[in-house]
């Protein structure tokens, strides 16, 4: 079983930044790609961000720009950098990781962005 922990979120001005983790239990070396996803309260969980194997990403036309996501495999971490913080992007911020034998999801980290 492959558990992720995230980590990183907090409370934070508009225009500050913050630096998410994503922790697995495992090697993420095999892993199809990862992900962040975010779910603001009365929507729907949406797509942020995602790296391969090989390191290419893809990022939701609402981060771009602001947004960068990158991991370390000997660490078995990914991380999401985020700047340029507007309070729209206040949600729940979630790890996924891609295997080729299943889905597993972290448990959800808090940012809340205001002033």
């Known amino acids: 079983q492959v558990q992720l922990v995230e980590s990183g979120g907090g409370l934070v001005q508009p225009g500050g930044s913050l630096r998410l983790s994503c922790a697995a239990s495992?090697?993420?070396?095999?892993?199809?790609?990862m992900g962040w996803y975010r779910q603001a309260p009365g929507k729907e969980r949406e797509f942020i961000a995602a790296?391969?194997?090989?390191?290419?990403?893809n990022y939701a036309d609402s981060v771009k720009g602001r947004f960068t996501i990158s991991r370390d495999n000997a660490k078995r971490t990914v991380y999401l950098q985020m700047n340029s913080l507007k309070p729209e992007d206040t949600a729940v911020y979630y790890c996924?990781?891609?295997?080729?034998?299943?889905?597993?999801w972290g448990q959800g980290t808090q940012v809340t962005v205001s002033s």
């Open positions: 996924k990781a891609s295997y080729p034998g299943g889905v597993y």
């Open positions: 495992v090697t993420i070396l095999s892993t199809n790609y």
């Open positions: 790296i391969t194997s090989v390191g290419i990403t």
